[in-house]
């Protein structure tokens, strides 16, 4: 789908929209709305294109995740073969990126060693400033962060 943008009063920019999901680390997936910059009657993607994607994003309880494009990588190849997905680099793990406020205290998770904490981040996703609240935690045994 390709419509219009009002950002100001003088100006219009178009986008493509997409259905899409975001694969997650323990193998689930988020459903999301990706929006790509586009010039009017200009289709950057072919459908079932896998891409590389840097984006703003906006999580929404109970619905789609709402994606801004900043730079896109697609998989080479042609997306309607049976092999392209053969091309695919192994990336199980997305990575975030968020500047934002710590919610209170951190809290001792059921195994004694980690720690979980909420983080309130804000981001202009579609036009508008959006917020989102990402439950974290940092494991002792392994030196990471998980977004939940």
Known sequence: ITRPSSTSSTALAFHCYYATAIQCASGDS????????????????PDDTIVFLVAKLHLRPNDSALLDAVQLFPVPGNPS???YQDNVPDMPYP??????????????????????F?????????????????????????PTLTVY
């Open 118 to 142: 909420t983080l309130n981040v804000s981001e202009r996703v579609h036009d508008t400033a959006k917020d989102s609240i990402l439950q974290c935690v940092l494991s002792v045994s392994c």
């Open 30 to 45: 988020i459903p999301a709305e990706l929006r790509v910059y586009s010039p009017p009657n200009d289709t950057p993607l």
């Open 95 to 116: 990575n975030i990126y968020a500047i934002g406020v710590v919610q209170g205290k951190h809290e001792v998770l059921a195994d004694g060693k980690s720690r979980g």
């Open 81 to 83: 073969s049976e092999t």
